[in-house]
């Protein structure tokens, strides 16, 4: 009887052990997607609330491997470049330049550049052409879970939904995905307003 208690015990532990390499490879298999090194441009719809505002626009999502990033919304610009995050907001003609923090749980943005380092998968609803994915973070910091469909074929995500408790839900649409045709420009972009805030200095 012993024999048996440890042999199914040893047996659930090594299909924990085996679920959670699996789940670290459909992470790295979506990350190796997105922060592929030849750059993606994604048309997006992205909604945006952050208590009782929100805001929602179409726009172009620029990412070339995990240093370069840029999104153009109707009311936002961000552009990050290493270890610089600038963003700009058009209606107060103005853009704040502050270092990039790559381990910040609560940015969307660091998140993906860190390919989902700090969340792990809790469940994972296979379907014909998408998986469905709810990650979870690993500390109470940022958001209480983010949520994602992705292409079977591919691993490109097609929806993006963050959530960080009721004060904060992020979600993005991909309407459609293509080569990034200027990797240069992207290197060398400025956000231009009437202000420039520096927080670095």
Do not use: C
């Not at 298999?29 to 805001?55: M, N, P």
């Not at 290493?82 to 502050?98: A, F, H, N, R, T």
């Not at 979870?136 to 949520?147: A, C, K, M």
């Not at 009721?166 to 649409?173: F, H, I, L, Q, Y």
Request: proline share 3%.
């Amino acid at each position: 009887m012993r024999y048996w208690i440890h042999f199914f015990a040893a047996l659930s532990i090594s299909g924990a052990v085996l679920a959670a390499q699996y789940d670290d490879e459909i992470l790295y298999d979506i990350s190796g997607t997105v922060l592929d090194k030849k750059g993606h441009t994604f048309e997006v719809l992205w909604f945006y609330r952050l208590d009782e505002e929100s805001w929602e626009g179409e726009g172009t999502l620029k990412i070339f491997g995990k240093d370069y990033l840029s999104l153009n919304l109707p009311f936002m610009e961000v552009l990050i470049q290493k270890s610089v995050m600038s963003v700009k907001y058009p209606e107060e003609d103005q853009v704040l330049i502050d270092y990039f923090n790559r381990r910040d749980p609560s940015n969307l943005f660091a998140v993906l550049l860190s390919e989902f380092d700090g969340f792990v998968v809790e469940e994972i609803m296979a379907g014909e052409n998408e998986n469905e994915l709810t990650l979870l973070p690993e500390t109470p910091v940022g958001f209480d879970r983010l949520e994602m469909t992705v292409d079977n074929a591919t691993w490109m995500p097609k929806n993006i939904h963050a959530v960080s408790g009721e004060e904060m839900e992020v979600k993005v649409n991909v309407l459609s995905v293509g080569p990034l045709q200027d990797r240069d420009l992207l290197k060398s972009a400025r956000l231009e307003a009437g202000e420039i805030i520096d927080l670095r200095e």
